[in-house]
């Protein structure tokens, strides 16, 4: 076992792993943040996605050690004082999630995506949601919430 001290969700965190141990395991099974779903457990479905130094990625092959030293966000750490996150609102607003299994790897996505292009149209948001896999939707409430919460967010910052 291998101490792994890591930012989650805005706070220092510690805890003893394997090295094998892949991060969205130790989110779910160590740490009880079952937000972050497994699907394919092969970095292709999109279900694991979390925001490592605020780039997305596939926690299920996402070696946990390699978290060390870093901020690590989940779902669980977008909305604070019960105020949801201007993409989780979007999702709401938009009935974009239908059974939800993919929807917070989508909404961890669409954070990474807008953070880098926050004018994001909706080819560019297609393009950036590449390797989120939904089965229930066609994307476009998916898309349509996402561009919502670009313009919100845009907003808020006065852009």
């Known amino acids: 076992m ?7 969700n805005g ?10 141990d892949m991060l969205a395991h130790v989110l779910r099974d160590r740490l009880g943040l079952i937000g972050t779903k497994i699907g394919c457990g092969e970095g292709e479905c999109g279900a694991c996605t979390v925001l490592v130094d605020g780039k997305a990625v596939a926690s299920c092959i996402y070696p946990a050690l390699k978290a060390r030293g870093r901020q690590v966000q989940t779902i669980e750490g977008l ?21 939800g299994y993919c929807t917070p790897g989508m909404i961890m996505k669409s954070i990474s995506l807008l953070a880098k292009n ?7 948001i297609k393009h950036g949601l590449e390797g989120n896999l939904c089965r229930c939707t066609g994307y476009v409430k998916i898309v349509k919430a996402i561009q919502r919460a670009a313009e919100v967010m845009r907003r808020q910052l006065g852009r």
């Open 79 to 99: 909305s604070h004082d019960a105020q949801l996150h201007a993409i989780q609102e979007a999702f709401v607003q938009k009935a974009a999630a239908q059974c």
């Open 11 to 20: 706070k220092d965190t510690s805890l003893d792993v394997s090295p094998g």
């Open 118 to 124: 926050p004018a994001a149209d909706e080819t560019e």
């Open 2 to 8: 291998t101490t792994l001290a890591f930012n989650l």
